[in-house]
């Protein structure tokens, strides 16, 4: 139903939100959508071993029961999400819905998800809300437990895409172009638009998901987009959905998920000139974070 914001660049969605942009191939890239964390020596945190495969019993549940209830969840609440999209121009009640469906697939996952430092969403009306990108089910547990609406960043291929396509239009997504630096540039505009509109939005500013538990170097198209909406840049660290669902597995592994909200990094008075030094704040205290609280929702620890 709601694409994965999965790049920014590519957008932040992957069929089911997100951030910055990639400039791999280019060789004058942007400033606005450079990396930060390269900038930095490539600094990346320590890889997780892959997850142990989980029981048989939980593989053929997932398998023969879990997966065709998401994939009816998904069915069922996307035609209404169209529906609604017919009059609800603002894209409330579209959000809502993706609401409910994340939290049915939260109920299949039969992980516990626990939201840390909740105080801190509220101290913003509208920012940019960054986090890790572990799993396909990071966007799922984003729209369950964030308590407020938000919109994403997704690739603008996603729009010629039946039902994906009209979903996003109506509801209001950011659609990410990133055929030259240039357009790229104008995506993230958009999103400052949706900034200065009141709408926080919420991205993964490494362009995809770790294949190996790892936080990889941020583009810094979320630094970039706060700094030009004058809007604080969130840090959201994701706990477990690596361990629940790697990429390229298709079982879960079910454990308790937890959200972590960091401090606000505040952008009054930086220029676009920063936004490589405030990607980097921000990969640090995610990685920092990440590597602190790991183990804690890791049963064989």
């Not at 791999?24 to 890239?29: D, L, M, T, W």
């Not at 638009?193 to 538990?213: C, I, K, N, S, Y």
């Not at 704040?281 to 995610?286: A, D, G, M, S, V």
Request: aromatic share 10%; proline share 9%.
């Amino acid at each position: 139903m709601t694409p994965d914001p999965h790049h920014p660049s590519n957008s932040t969605v992957e069929p089911a939100a997100n951030p910055a942009i990639s400039t791999r191939g280019q060789e004058n890239p942007s400033p606005a959508i450079s990396t930060g964390a390269q900038r930095s020596g490539e600094t990346f945190s320590t890889p997780n071993p892959r997850p142990a495969p989980a029981s048989a019993f939980i593989r053929w549940l997932t398998y023969l029961i879990l997966i065709p209830l998401i994939a009816l969840s998904t069915a069922f609440f996307g035609c209404i999400s169209l529906i609604c999209g017919l009059w609800d121009k603002s894209g409330h009640q579209q959000h809502f819905i993706a609401h409910l469906w994340a939290r049915s697939l939260l109920l299949f996952s039969l992980s516990p998800v626990t939201l840390i430092n909740k105080e801190k969403l509220l101290e913003h009306e509208t920012a940019v809300y960054a986090s890790n990108h572990l799993s396909y089910y990071d966007t799922p547990v984003l729209f369950a437990k964030l308590p407020f609406q938000f919109r994403i960043l997704a690739k603008q291929s996603l729009w010629k895409v039946p039902f994906i396509g009209w979903y996003l239009n109506r509801s209001g997504q950011v659609p990410v172009d990133q055929s030259s630096a240039r357009n790229a540039v104008a995506s993230l505009n958009r999103g400052v638009q949706t900034l200065r509109h009141g709408l926080p939005l919420v991205l993964f500013p490494e362009g995809g998901r770790a294949d190996d538990g790892r936080t990889h170097p941020f583009l810094s198209g979320c630094a970039y987009m706060a700094i030009k909406a004058q809007v604080p840049l969130v840090p959201i660290t994701l706990i477990g959905t690596y361990e629940l669902l790697p990429i390229h597995t298709y079982h879960f592994n079910p454990r308790p998920i937890a959200i972590i909200v960091g401090d606000p990094l505040l952008t009054t008075g930086l220029t676009t000139r920063d936004a490589d030094a405030l990607t980097q704040r921000l990969y640090e205290t995610i990685t920092t974070t990440y590597m602190n609280h790991q183990s804690t929702t890791d049963p064989g620890k």
